[in-house]
């Protein structure tokens, strides 16, 4: 062969490589289109127009309500039948111990009762931390970032009365984030420990005996934690300082959302401009994907 008909050989088998990864390209381009689109109606579909014209915007899904009212029910009963026991010789407690329930043995068939429903809601909750990990491969908006910091800061300059706004939150705000992360961990805690006592053999097979008193004063004393967080932190930050409600009616007020989670506000505005020009392009019968306007804010994750 001579040289120059090996050159254009390979000249060919080069523009073939190139339009195959140009292909390749434009495959990732139009997964990520599709993916923004689908965050995009996501996001959207938060912004709901009542019949008056009033905006207002879905913070709590059903099955986000139903699992913090499932919460609240078990959470209460723990704390209520566990800390009973703890103070059992206070005269009160252990007249409605004795005479009222008839005895400690119903107590603990109450706790362990309600442990049950706490720990079965505890997995289905951690298999939807794994699904949205490992399979929608995102961190999920409860996930702590360094813009938290200046959150924190920016709360304690507020709430001192040196800021005159308050700094703007995505979808969690500090407050929020330390209550669920709190939550979580108290959960493990007091899953392990709780464990530890309710099987005391199975356990000491398996470790030394002093495992069992060590679990039962961790357990004793972050009840006690727990249930101080609970009635101070949490209800605090929801109830007194804000008046939220939107765990029970699912959804916030225009005010509320600029004010308590403006960055997630413009979001999901965002997304609902996105969705219009994407509406539009459609009826105008284009039939490429609609591109990202560059003055658009980032759509950023819905979990
Ligand atoms: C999956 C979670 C939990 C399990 C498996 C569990 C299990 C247990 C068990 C086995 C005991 C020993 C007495 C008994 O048999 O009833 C106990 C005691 C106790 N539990 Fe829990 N529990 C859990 C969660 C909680 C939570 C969330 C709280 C409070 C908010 C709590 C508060 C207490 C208290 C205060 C005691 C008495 C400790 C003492 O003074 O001896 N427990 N728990
Ligand atoms: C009657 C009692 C309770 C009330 C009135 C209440 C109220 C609320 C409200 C209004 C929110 C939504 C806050 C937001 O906009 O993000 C919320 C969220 C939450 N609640 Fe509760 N709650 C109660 C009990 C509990 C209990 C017992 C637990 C757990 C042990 C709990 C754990 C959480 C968590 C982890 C969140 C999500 C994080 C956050 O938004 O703060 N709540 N609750």
């Known amino acids: 062969m001579s040289t120059i008909s090996k050159k254009m050989t390979s000249n060919k088998s080069q ?16 997964r990520v ?77 109450i706790h362990h009762l309600a442990a049950i429903v706490f720990g079965i809601q505890a997995i289905y909750h951690f298999s939807g931390i794994i699904y949205l990990w490992f399979v929608k491969r995102e961190l999920g908006s409860m996930w702590p970032k360094w813009d938290d910091l200046k959150g924190l800061l920016g709360m304690f300059k507020f ?46 097979s398996l470790l030394p005996g002093i495992a069992i008193p060590i679990a039962r004063t961790i357990h004793a004393w972050e009840a006690i934690l727990a249930v101080l967080a609970i009635l ?35 979001r999901i505005l965002a997304a609902v401009e996105f969705i219009h020009k994407a509406s539009l392009k459609h009826q105008n019968e284009t039939k490429e994907t609609v591109e990202v306007s560059h003055e658009m804010v980032e759509l950023g994750t819905t979990d």
């Open 159 to 204: 709430n001192l009365n040196m800021a005159k706004e308050r700094p703007a939150f995505d979808r969690f705000s500090i407050e929020e984030k330390v209550e669920y992360w709190a939550l979580l961990w108290g959960t493990v805690i007091m899953g392990i420990t709780g464990i530890f006592q309710w099987f005391p053999l199975l356990i000491t």
């Open 15 to 30: 523009a073939g490589h190139q339009a195959e990864e140009n292909a390749e390209v434009e495959k990732i381009r139009a």
């Open 232 to 266: 101070t932190w949490h209800m605090y930050h929801t109830v007194i300082k804000e008046n939220n409600q939107s765990i029970f009616t699912g959804v916030m007020t225009e005010e509320e959302m600029q004010e308590t989670h403006a960055l997630e506000y413009r």
């Open 33 to 109: 289109r599709a993916r923004r689109l689908q965050t995009a109606r996501e996001l959207a579909g938060r912004m709901q127009i009542l019949p008056d014209g009033t905006r207002v915007f879905i913070r709590f899904n059903a099955r986000e309500r139903f699992e913090h009212q499932i919460l609240i029910g078990s959470f209460t009963t723990l704390g209520l039948t566990g800390l009973m026991q703890s103070f059992s010789r206070i005269g009160i407690v252990s007249w409605v111990i004795n005479i009222l329930l008839g005895g400690i043995e119903t107590l603990r068939t």
